[in-house]
């Protein structure tokens, strides 16, 4: 089991968007029941997010979770009015932009929204409809040391390398991440100029 320190305890009485299987609003749970096993077990389903960002070379930037923190990569819209409108994704990108980075709603692209489930412990697991989110920026690097140990920008080429390094033991890749790179990492990294090739936002993956 992760060590959490107190940013992480407080972080755990967040309150998430709970949604039924097709990402209807259905309630609001702790960010820590949300993430129980033994509530997953029984159906709790809760929104959340990650953003897949590229720089103008496309390099796709990588984060190496901190040591304290517990759950899986991305971060999750609270049950907020402002973060809880739908339109266009309105919400999800006023959350991407209130966690402090340095992109507007416009730098933004829904990609699609995947419903999966994982275990990161005994105790602790994914139970998530994540919004996929694109944004190609140039940005300063200042990583929260609470949540993030370490980040890299690597190629395509480089990532496949990487996937190739996890299955010969070599590095460790989160099972979120596996996910998001075969269905969806690879194939769009040559089409950035027509995202229609590849953004389905109004669709839910079943992973």
Not at 70 to 78: E, K, Q, R, V
Not at 155 to 161: A, S, V
Not at 165 to 171: F, G, N, S
């Amino acid at each position: 089991m992760f060590l959490m320190d107190e940013f992480q305890v407080q972080r755990l009485k967040e309150m998430l968007i709970v949604v039924d299987e097709n990402d209807r609003v259905i309630g609001a749970e702790s960010k820590m029941n949300c993430h129980l096993n033994k509530n997953i077990e029984k159906g709790l389903l809760h929104r959340g997010f990650s953003v897949l960002l590229f720089s103008s070379e496309n390099k796709l930037l990588l984060q190496q979770r901190a040591e304290t923190k517990y759950i899986f990569p991305g971060d999750h819209p609270l049950y907020k009015p402002l973060e809880m409108e739908e339109s266009n994704a309105i919400g999800m990108k006023w959350a991407t932009i209130l966690c402090g980075s340095q992109i507007s709603l416009d730098d933004i692209t829904l990609v699609s929204r995947t419903h999966y489930k994982l275990c990161s412990d005994e105790v602790w697991g994914e139970h998530e409809i994540g919004y996929l989110l694109l944004v190609r920026k140039d940005v300063s690097l200042n990583p929260d040391p609470k949540e993030v140990k370490d980040c890299i920008y690597v190629t395509k080429e480089e990532l496949k390398d990487l996937l190739e390094q996890e299955t010969k033991d070599k590095v460790k890749l989160s099972g979120w991440f596996h996910l998001i790179a075969n269905h969806f990492l690879l194939k769009m990294w040559d089409n950035f100029n027509d995202l229609n090739l590849f953004a389905e936002p109004d669709k839910i993956y079943r992973v």
